[in-house]
């Protein structure tokens, strides 16, 4: 099963590397990992989109308590939250794809930003499935790039994850 | 006071009241030596190699409950010092690391004797540092004791670049230290508490199960009382020998893989398991399947939330201080006369009793040959089983947990979970430096002993007079039995060629050396050893090349699938 888990770490060199290390120590998946820091510049939250039975996804958030540097872990799939995912693509826009194109990534809620004379970067937020959807419904061959930054996301209402 | 960096790391070890630090110099230390050089409250301890400082600092925790110290230079120091970290953390132990980095700004530039000594053993350690500013120099080894000691135990490097040491700043040691992500729990949920006793009272064939967890919270009383007062049968783990004491009737021996017959059965066939400070690892219960076959209920008592419900699912989880669970176990049990069915625990009993009656551990001796198991049995006669034991890994290991009863904690030390080749004698320098005038005998192998035989130098330095008892197979034993039984007889590289005349060895060392070849001379042999009080004896038994270890639970097969003796082969 995929989970979405959250933590609030210490801002610290080395503290990712700690996080990392433990995933591929204990051979656990990571399917996307993104970090930064929060209004409290000690702290940096971090999303990990995982994958595995309840045995493994209970021991991943058992061992990522146990690290020092790590304050607290959620598992945001247990209740409801919101994910979203940005993604910067880049396509060959020339002729009549530029036309189509844009159409395409306005019903994707898209924005076109930065054009040339043969190509456009599309920006999109969405959930995973939405932007997969995205690349499933424009040509592949018009893809020059595509820049994902994984999946960040928040507990919905009163689930607040803070110190 | 402004001090340097390299004063400052001696003033945190005076702090903490640091009596030995185990070492090598280099020259990412030169200034933390010197500084070592002006004083005479920590005392250097100069090992042969810095894989024997850290299992000497090891030992030192564990035959003292402290945490124990490792110097050690940057690089090659470091890199040697990973056996003896990845050693100390499989099996929780308190240490403290510090290691030598190039200057901070070298860092990066593949400086020589540089390594990533934080990225290498990071996997390997409770915690590490690298101190770039000196004024983090008193606050992180603080830190660093404070992480090394509490929750579940562990080794933790503080690596400090030489330009730190040399700086200057204001020295005051913390009086103490918070960590806000970092908050072991250390009382037992009530709640938890209550329902496990619940459990335990209904049980018809209760069964204690105890590990390490045990002697690292100093709980062996509390065990104790604790198994007193429901008449349950106790188990240990390997690391968990002399938690509970191996004299008394309650008790059915070590478990698992070479356990005992009893052991095993009862791990197997009980009712309600009560395990604490243990990890049901692959060594104690085999194949986790198989474990589950049979139906039972599971409390499992242990400060790290992670090792429950890792390899077996419990029923009552308690997170906390085993001694802490302990006491508020005893003090329920205590104010209440419920006490599980006495008629349900007498049948168990007589089950159990009719298990010993298998004696797993007998041997055939002989008046020709020497039998490992015979010199394990001496030792434990002539030193009245009140020696402190370091064992090396492999089949004079699993002998000397089987027949030599440790009745107190601590006293038996050895490499459980990374199992180690090389620990024995530096193990005995840690524990002999922290016991002056303890009995402390090595047990070990001929391949295993010359894996760290270089400390025999150190163990001359500092006059450690530790009794060697080199089992000598001139095999791999462990491997050969391993070869013997499920690789069809096939000795690939398990023989042990052109070994040195070890008496002569130990000689060249300066110490005494005895070659022991016939059953008669054993008892002897080790007395008289005992009564050099002040020397090493190295004493080398030439045994039986074929014995065995059993009885034995194959990797990967069920508890109860036990191969009891060369009859069962
Ligand atoms: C550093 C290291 N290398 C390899 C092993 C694998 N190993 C386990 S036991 C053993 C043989 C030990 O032989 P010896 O010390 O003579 O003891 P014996 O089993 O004969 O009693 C080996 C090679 C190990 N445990 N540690």
Same mark, same amino acid.
């Given at each position: 099963?995929?989970?979405?888990?959250?933590?609030?770490?210490?801002?610290?060199?080395?503290?990712? $590397?700690?996080? $990392?290390?433990?995933?591929s120590?204990?051979? %656990?998946?990571?399917? $996307?990992?993104?970090? !930064?820091p929060?209004?409290?510049?000690?702290?940096?939250?971090?999303?990990?989109?995982?994958?595995?039975?309840?045995?493994?996804?209970?021991?991943?958030?058992?061992?990522?308590?146990?690290?020092?540097?790590?304050?607290?872990?959620?598992?945001l799939?247990?209740? !409801?939250?919101?994910? &979203?995912?940005?993604?910067?693509?880049?396509?060959?826009?020339?002729?009549?794809?530029?036309?189509e194109?844009?159409?395409?990534?306005?019903?994707? &809620?898209?924005?076109?930003?930065?054009?040339?004379?043969?190509?456009?970067?599309?920006?999109?937020?969405?959930?995973?499935?939405?932007?997969?959807?995205?690349?499933?419904? +424009?040509?592949?061959?018009? +893809?020059?790039?595509?820049?994902?930054?994984?999946?960040?996301?928040v507990?919905?209402?009163?689930?607040?994850?803070r110190? | 006071?402004?001090?340097?960096?390299?004063?400052i790391?001696?003033?945190?070890?005076?702090?903490?009241?640091?009596e030995?630090?185990?070492?090598?110099?280099?020259?990412?230390?030169?200034h933390i030596?010197?500084?070592?050089?002006?004083?005479?409250?920590? &005392?250097h301890?100069?090992?042969?190699?810095?894989?024997a400082?850290?299992?000497?600092?090891?030992?030192?925790?564990?035959?003292?409950?402290?945490?124990?110290?490792?110097?050690?230079?940057?690089?090659?120091?470091?890199?040697?010092?990973?056996?003896?970290?990845?050693? !100390?953390?499989?099996d929780?132990?308190?240490?403290?690391?510090?290691?030598?980095?190039?200057?901070? #700004?070298?860092i990066?530039?593949?400086?020589?004797?540089?390594?990533?000594?934080?990225?290498?053993?990071?996997?390997?350690?409770?915690?590490?540092?690298l101190?770039?500013?000196?004024?983090?120099?008193?606050?992180?080894?603080?830190?660093?004791?404070?992480?090394?000691?509490?929750?579940?135990?562990?080794?933790?490097?503080?690596?400090?670049?030489?330009?730190?040491?040399?700086?200057?700043?204001? /020295?005051?040691?913390?009086?103490?230290?918070?960590?806000?992500?970092?908050?072991?729990?250390?009382k037992?949920?009530? =709640?938890?508490?209550?329902?496990?006793?619940?459990?335990?009272?209904?049980?018809?064939?209760?069964?204690?199960?105890?590990?390490?967890?045990?002697?690292?919270?100093?709980?062996?009383?509390?065990?104790?009382?604790?198994?007193?007062?429901?008449g349950?049968?106790?188990?240990?783990?390997?690391?968990?020998?002399?938690?509970?004491?191996?004299?008394?009737?309650?008790?059915? =021996?070590m478990?698992?893989?070479? =356990?005992?017959?009893?052991?095993n059965?009862?791990?197997?066939?009980?009712?309600?398991?009560?395990?604490?400070?243990?990890?049901f690892?692959?060594?104690?219960?085999?194949?986790?399947?198989?474990?589950?076959?049979v139906?039972?209920? +599971?409390?499992?008592?242990?400060?790290?939330?992670s090792?429950?419900?890792?390899?077996?699912?419990?029923?009552? #989880?308690?997170?906390?201080?085993?001694?802490?669970?302990?006491?508020?176990?005893?003090?329920?049990?205590?104010?209440?006369?419920?006490?599980?069915?006495?008629?349900?625990?007498?049948? *168990?009993?007589?089950?159990?009793?009719?298990?010993?009656?298998r004696?797993?551990?007998?041997?055939?001796?002989?008046?020709?040959?020497?039998?490992?198991?015979?010199?394990?049995?001496k030792? %434990?006669?002539?030193?009245?089983?009140? !020696? /402190?034991?370091t064992?090396d890994?492999?089949?004079?290991?699993? *002998?000397?947990?089987?027949?030599?009863?440790?009745?107190?904690?601590?006293? *038996?030390?050895?490499?459980?979970?990374?199992?180690?080749? =090389?620990?024995?004698? #530096?193990?005995?320098?840690?524990?002999?430096?922290?016991?002056?005038?303890?009995p402390v005998?090595v047990?070990?192998?001929?391949?295993?002993?010359q894996?760290?035989?270089q400390?025999?130098?150190?163990?001359k330095?500092?006059?450690?007079?530790?009794?060697?008892?080199?089992?000598?197979?001139?095999?791999l034993g462990?491997?050969?039995? *391993?070869?013997?039984?499920?690789h069809?007889?096939?000795?690939?590289?398990? %023989?042990?060629?052109?070994?040195?005349?070890?008496?002569?060895?130990?000689?060249?060392?300066?110490?005494?050396?005895? &070659?022991?070849? @016939? #059953?008669?001379?054993?008892?002897g042999?080790?007395?008289?050893?005992f009564?050099? @009080?002040?020397?090493?004896?190295?004493l080398?038994?030439?045994?039986d090349?074929?014995?065995?270890?059993?009885?034995?639970?194959?990797?990967?097969k069920?508890l109860?699938?036990?191969?009891l003796?060369?009859?069962?082969?």
């Open positions: 099963m995929r989970h979405v888990i959250s933590l609030l770490l210490e801002n610290e060199a080395g503290a990712l $590397s700690r996080v $990392s290390g433990l995933f120590a204990r051979a %656990y998946n990571i399917e $996307s990992l993104t970090v !930064a929060t209004e409290d510049p000690s702290l940096s939250r971090m999303t990990i989109v995982t994958s595995g039975s309840d045995d493994v996804i209970e021991q991943i958030t058992k061992q990522l308590n146990k690290l020092i540097e790590v304050v607290k872990v959620v598992d799939s247990e209740a !409801a939250h919101v994910e &979203r995912e940005l993604m910067l693509i880049k396509v060959r826009a020339t002729g009549k794809d530029r036309e194109l844009k159409r395409t990534a306005d019903i994707f &809620r898209g924005r076109i930003i930065d054009v040339t004379e043969s190509s456009y970067v599309i920006e999109l937020t969405g959930d995973s499935r939405k932007l997969d959807a995205f690349i499933e419904a +424009i040509d592949r061959s018009l +893809i020059l790039e595509t820049v994902r930054t994984g999946v960040c996301g507990g919905r209402g009163d689930r607040i994850l110190l | 006071m402004v001090l340097t960096g390299a004063e790391v001696i003033r945190c070890l005076q702090e903490e009241k640091i030995h630090v185990f070492g090598y110099p280099g020259g990412a230390v030169l030596y010197d500084e070592l050089f002006k004083q005479e409250s920590v &005392r301890v100069l090992v042969r190699h810095e894989q400082a850290v299992h000497a600092a090891d030992a030192y925790a564990r035959s003292t409950g402290r945490a124990g110290v490792a110097l050690v230079t940057s690089g090659p120091g470091v890199t040697n010092a990973v056996t003896g970290i990845a050693t !100390a953390y499989m929780s132990i308190p240490v403290v690391i510090i290691s030598g980095q190039v200057p901070v #700004p070298a990066g530039q593949d400086a020589f004797q540089e390594v990533d000594t934080v990225g290498i053993t990071r996997p390997c350690v409770k915690h590490n540092f101190v770039k500013d000196v004024r983090d120099i008193a606050p992180t080894m603080k830190k660093a004791f404070y992480l090394a000691e509490s929750g579940r135990p562990g080794p933790v490097l503080v690596d400090i670049p030489k330009d730190v040491t040399a700086a200057r700043c204001e /020295f005051r040691y913390p009086a103490d230290i918070s960590i806000r992500s970092y908050n072991p729990v250390v037992g949920h009530q =709640g938890q508490i209550r329902k496990a006793l619940q459990l335990i009272f209904e049980a018809k064939r209760p069964m204690i199960y105890t590990g390490g967890g045990v002697t690292l919270a100093d709980a062996s009383e509390k065990l104790i009382r604790f198994a007193k007062s429901l349950a049968p106790v188990t240990n783990t390997l690391m968990g020998l002399g938690g509970f004491p191996a004299t008394d009737k309650l008790f059915v =021996g478990l698992g893989m070479h =356990g005992t017959f009893e052991a059965m009862s791990m197997q066939y009980c009712d309600v398991l009560i395990a604490i400070g243990a990890r690892d692959d060594r104690v219960i085999g194949d986790p399947a198989h474990f589950g076959q139906p039972r209920k +599971i409390v499992h008592i242990d400060i790290d939330p090792s429950i419900s890792k390899r077996v699912k419990v029923d009552v #989880p308690i997170v906390g201080d085993v001694g802490e669970v302990l006491d508020e176990l005893n003090r329920m049990l205590d104010a209440t006369a419920e006490r599980p069915d006495a008629q349900a625990i007498s049948d *168990w009993w007589k089950q159990i009793d009719a298990w010993r009656t004696d797993c551990l007998a041997y055939k001796n002989s008046d020709e040959i020497i039998k490992p198991q015979f010199v394990i049995q030792l %434990y006669e002539i030193t009245k089983g009140e !020696a /402190f034991v064992s890994v492999g089949q004079h290991q699993m *002998w000397a947990a089987q027949y030599y009863l440790f009745d107190k904690p601590r006293r *038996w030390i050895n490499s459980g979970g990374l199992g180690t080749m =090389g620990v024995g004698i #530096p193990y005995a320098m840690g524990v002999q430096l922290a016991h002056p005038g303890s005998a047990v070990t192998g001929e391949a295993s002993v894996m760290c035989i400390e025999l130098s150190t163990c330095q500092y006059r450690l007079p530790i009794k060697i008892c080199n089992l000598n197979n001139r095999y462990m491997v050969r039995q *391993w070869q013997q039984l499920f069809g007889n096939r000795y690939s590289e398990s %023989y042990m060629d052109s070994l040195p005349d070890f008496a002569k060895l130990a000689e060249a060392y300066g110490h005494v050396g005895l &070659r022991i070849d @016939k #059953p008669g001379d054993v008892e042999a080790l007395r008289e050893s009564k050099r @009080k002040n020397e090493l004896v190295f080398d038994f030439q045994v090349q074929t014995e065995n270890v059993y009885p034995m639970v194959q990797g990967g069920g109860t699938e036990m191969i003796s060369s009859e069962d082969l």
